[in-house]
């Protein structure tokens, strides 16, 4: 427990330098605009090709139906609710758009990827990935989508299939694609993906500390919108986790890694994206920010709670 709790230091660590670097003024000013568009067009995209072909197979993903289901029903389930909870809160605009995918979307492999293996193991890695393959897919199919179609540039808010087949979930399509046929990557290939995937977290990170230099003065009244995304990430996205596993009748070691996984903060990428687009980019680090910060005390409760199930 105490490492996963370590792996959360680690990204409020480099969310601080992030932070330091463009409080100082140390780096030029729009480098986190930079940085945005390697994340988004490039290092993500190879994340997704290359944790999707080193961690499934065919017999991997035919077995995974089930628990595919689950996941697809758990984000569809979160959305609703999202969208029900920013109606009544009279959301508009990208600070919509941000909540709802906000709300909707969990950080599932960053911060989920160390604590599922600390907590189960090697042996709740594909169980973890079987919602990560789902979550990452309709993130970039939907999410980025939905937040890109939420920016002030015309071109950009018009509805387009490149919107929708972005670089990120491309490389989803890729990835999927090549285990299905039963492909792998050359090794030359293989090896220069992984190292561009290994920018997506460090990069990512530093802009959301970049971001969060609004707050340089002291962290404003948290309103009631941000408190609902909160609540929605720590309270009733395990609760609609564990009615769906009931319903299904899922149970042992993938019941207690996809419950654990639905109590991870905020996605990423999120603030991301907002960033790229301009579309609300230190309300989504907020956001990311507060529900990092807020799995310090809510990642031991939740894996002392599924031990005691």
Same mark, same amino acid.
């Given at each position: 427990?105490?490492?996963g709790?370590?792996?959360?230091?680690?990204?409020?660590i480099?969310i %601080?330098?992030?932070? &330091? !670097?463009?409080?100082?003024?140390?780096?030029?000013e729009?480098?986190?605009? =930079?940085?945005?568009?390697?994340v988004?067009?490039?290092? @993500?995209?190879?994340?997704?090709?290359?944790s999707?072909? $080193?961690?499934?197979?065919?017999?991997l993903?035919?077995?995974?139906?089930l628990? /595919?289901?689950? @996941?697809?029903?758990?984000?569809?389930?979160? &959305? /609703?609710?999202?969208k029900?909870a920013a109606?009544?809160?009279?959301?508009?605009g990208? #600070?919509?758009?941000v909540f709802?995918?906000? !709300? +909707?979307?969990?950080?599932?492999? &960053?911060?989920?990827?160390?604590?599922?293996?600390?907590?189960?193991g090697?042996?709740?890695?594909?169980?973890?990935?079987?919602?990560?393959?789902?979550?990452? %897919?309709?993130f970039?199919? &939907?999410?980025?989508?939905?937040? @890109?179609?939420?920016?002030?540039d015309?071109?950009? %808010?018009?509805p387009s299939?490149?919107?929708?087949?972005?670089?990120?979930?491309?490389?989803?399509?890729?990835?999927?694609?090549?285990?299905q046929? =039963?492909l792998?990557?050359?090794?030359?290939l293989d090896?220069?993906?992984?190292?561009?995937a290994?920018l997506?977290?460090p990069?990512s990170? /530093?802009?959301i500390?970049?971001?969060?230099?609004? !707050?340089?003065?002291g962290?404003? #009244?948290? %309103?009631?919108?941000?408190?609902?995304?909160? $609540?929605?990430k720590?309270?009733i996205?395990?609760?609609?986790?564990?009615a /769906?596993?009931?319903?299904?009748?899922? +149970?042992?070691?993938?019941?207690?890694v996809?419950?654990?996984?639905s109590?991870m903060?905020?996605?990423?990428? +999120?603030?991301?994206?907002a960033?790229?687009?301009?579309?609300?980019g230190?309300?989504?680090?907020?956001?990311v920010?507060?529900?990092?910060?807020?799995s !310090?005390?809510?990642?031991?409760?939740a894996? @002392?709670?599924?031990?005691a199930?």
């Amino acid at each position: 427990m105490w490492s996963g709790l370590e792996s959360v230091g680690v990204i409020l660590i480099i969310i %601080a330098i992030g932070f &330091f !670097f463009t409080y100082k003024h140390v780096w030029p000013e729009r480098t986190a605009d =930079g940085l945005s568009a390697i994340v988004v067009k490039l290092s @993500a995209p190879c994340l997704a090709v290359t944790s999707i072909t $080193a961690r499934f197979d065919r017999e991997l993903l035919a077995s995974s139906l089930l628990l /595919l289901l689950l @996941a697809a029903l758990h984000l569809l389930a979160m &959305f /609703l609710i999202g969208k029900g909870a920013a109606r009544a809160l009279r959301l508009s605009g990208g #600070r919509r758009a941000v909540f709802e995918v906000s !709300f +909707t979307f969990s950080n599932v492999i &960053f911060i989920g990827l160390p604590i599922n293996q600390i907590v189960f193991g090697e042996e709740g890695v594909p169980f973890l990935f079987a919602y990560y393959i789902l979550s990452l %897919a309709t993130f970039w199919g &939907f999410g980025a989508a939905k937040i @890109a179609a939420a920016g002030s540039d015309p071109e950009r %808010a018009a509805p387009s299939l490149r919107k929708v087949f972005n670089p990120g979930f491309l490389g989803v399509l890729l990835g999927a694609g090549l285990v299905q046929a =039963g492909l792998s990557l050359p090794p030359v290939l293989d090896t220069g993906l992984g190292y561009l995937a290994a920018l997506t977290v460090p990069l990512s990170l /530093l802009v959301i500390g970049a971001n969060l230099t609004v !707050f340089a003065g002291g962290v404003p #009244r948290v %309103a009631a919108d941000e408190v609902m995304v909160m $609540a929605g990430k720590f309270v009733i996205s395990p609760l609609v986790m564990l009615a /769906l596993m009931r319903l299904l009748g899922v +149970t042992g070691l993938p019941f207690r890694v996809f419950l654990l996984s639905s109590t991870m903060p905020c996605h990423m990428q +999120t603030s991301i994206i907002a960033q790229h687009h301009g579309v609300e980019g230190a309300y989504a680090s907020k956001l990311v920010g507060l529900s990092t910060l807020l799995s !310090f005390i809510t990642i031991p409760l939740a894996v @002392a709670l599924i031990h005691a199930i």
